[in-house]
């Protein structure tokens, strides 16, 4: 990471752990920020027939994974929300995004003028 912020890059560091540890912790008192009272996991696999939590009446939002691997949606919500705060506390240089914008002006200004050369005329009887 050192030597791309030396090359020039602007790396936005985000700790997975750390919104892992959160969600934990939630679960250890009960659930009361993200309603996840349980681990889980709802079913064995998704790939496989087997029972899963809803036959026992269970929100599957309410264990944090539904598989033995992949975490459920308000687990992933709360990542992702923790992931867009990260890149909006990030300040992006002007200069490197400035050219971006231009450039998808300019294509955009060139799919509508393409659009407008290659309309067919309608001819009236």
């Not at 349980?38 to 264990?63: A, H, K, M, N, V």
Request: a negative charge; aromatic letters at 6%.
């Amino acid at each position: 990471i050192a030597e791309l912020r030396l090359d020039g890059f602007n790396i936005i560091e985000f700790n997975t752990q750390s919104v892992f540890d959160e969600l934990i912790a939630d679960i250890l008192s009960g659930g009361p920020m993200f309603g996840i009272t349980g681990f889980g996991p709802c079913r064995e696999s998704f790939g496989l027939p087997g029972p899963s939590c809803l036959d026992g009446g269970i929100d599957p939002d309410t264990l944090l994974l539904n598989d033995s691997v992949h975490p459920n949606g308000v687990a992933h919500r709360v990542w992702g929300d923790r992931a867009i705060s990260a890149l909006e506390a990030a300040t992006v240089p002007t200069v490197g995004t400035l050219p971006l914008m231009l450039l998808g002006v300019c294509i955009a200004m060139g799919m509508a003028r393409q659009r407008r050369l290659t309309k067919p005329t309608s001819v009236t009887a």
